[in-house]
């Protein structure tokens, strides 16, 4: 499968923006899938995750409550809203597909074996 993710940019402190994940090569009900970020001289980590279906999700603790995570599977599309960004939400944003069964949500990058290309999100003070 390959990924394209959009939408980043910069937006002050407080605003918002949607990154959208696009699949092709194979749908993507048959994977779970994820978004990560990284940080100039940081390293990877994990930010949201959905399973197959939809209907489970998992958040890092520093975008819950503010990130919400959702896939459209007729569009083979998943979608990272990120609202209240902070300065410290600055990275660039991955997108990742994990073979997974139909609940199952990962959050390590070793269970993902399909990546993105990333967009980068940066946030003014």
């Known amino acids: 499968v390959q990924l394209q993710a959009s939408g980043g940019g910069l937006v002050q402190g407080g605003g918002s923006l949607r990154l959208s994940c696009a699949a092709s090569?194979?749908?993507?009900?048959?994977?779970?899938m994820g978004w990560f970020r990284q940080a100039l001289g940081k390293e990877r980590e994990f930010v949201a995750a959905i399973s197959r279906g939809g209907s489970s999700t998992k958040y890092a603790d520093s975008v819950k409550g503010r990130f919400t995570i959702s896939r459209d599977n007729d569009k083979n599309t998943v979608y990272l809203q990120m609202n209240s960004l902070k300065p410290e939400d600055t990275a660039l944003y991955y997108c990742?597909?994990?073979?997974?069964?139909?609940?199952?949500?990962?959050?390590?990058?070793?269970?993902?074996?399909?990546w993105g290309q990333g967009t980068q999100v940066t946030v003014s003070s």
């Open positions: 990742a597909a994990s073979t997974a069964l139909w609940l199952q949500v990962h959050v390590s990058s070793d269970e993902y074996a399909y």
């Open positions: 090569g194979r749908t993507t009900s048959n994977y779970g």
